[in-house]
């Protein structure tokens, strides 16, 4: 694991900006982009692998802070000790992994649209590595 600060040093660094995130739906692009690259740099401070996601309904009293490592399992550790070392925020969940969604949504990805109750995807046999699961997605 590539771990250049401790996890106590990030959320020293969150709590005193926690403000900025709460309301990110209701700022500029720019700023909004910019908050955003400041959060993965200092996420990418603890651990070089992790990703992160802010959401939940910001009308809601707490938001969602999740902590991911986008399915590698070299840097599940990684995510975990950091959520585990998180504070108590009256504004934040902090959640480790990103957890299931069901069907209830769609996602527009640079104007790809994603609905997954008009998806179906087909998995494949990887033959060169047996433990993996290749897929394709209509």
């Excluded at 660094?13 to 990110?24: D, I, N, V």
């Excluded at 209701?26 to 400041?38: A, H, M, S, V």
């Excluded at 504004?91 to 209830?104: L, R, S, Y």
Aim: with cysteine; glycine share 6%.
């Amino acid at each position: 694991m590539v771990k250049l600060i401790k996890e106590e040093i990030f959320w020293q660094w969150f709590e005193k900006h926690q403000t900025e995130y709460l309301h990110l739906g209701n700022i500029d692009k720019q700023q909004k982009e910019l908050l955003l690259d400041q959060f993965l740099k200092q996420l990418r401070n603890y651990c070089s692998h992790l990703y992160f996601q802010i959401g939940g309904n910001p009308s809601k009293e707490r938001r969602e802070l999740v902590i991911s490592a986008e399915g590698n399992i070299e840097y599940f550790d990684a995510v975990e000790k950091l959520v585990g070392a998180a504070p108590k925020m009256n504004n934040w969940q902090v959640i480790a992994f990103k957890q299931p969604m069901g069907t209830d949504f769609v996602t527009d990805y640079e104007g790809l649209v994603l609905d997954p109750k008009k998806m179906w995807f087909l998995p494949l046999n990887n033959e060169q590595n047996p433990n993996k699961i290749d897929k394709h997605l209509y």
